[in-house]
């Protein structure tokens, strides 16, 4: 977790929204997915996004 933003660094959502997640609404859902790459962004402008490792992408 990035301290300032309070986003995950592997999926870019806050703790409340991946807590959430199970029960929230689609359109929370959809809302919550529709700001990540921006958040993603911004955490990769400031060095702390967790890219996956290279290789680890399923080849099928």
Do not use: F, N, T, V
């Not at 309070?6 to 929370?28: K, N, P, V």
Request: glycine share 12%; aromatic share 4%; hydrophobic share 35%.
């Amino acid at each position: 977790m990035d301290a300032d933003s309070g986003w995950c660094r592997g999926c870019a959502r806050s703790l409340d929204e991946i807590a959430g997640w199970g029960g929230a609404s689609d359109e929370r859902q959809r809302h919550i997915l529709a700001q990540l790459p921006a958040r993603q962004a911004e955490l990769r402008r400031r060095g702390l996004w967790l890219d996956p490792a290279p290789g680890s992408e399923s080849a099928s």
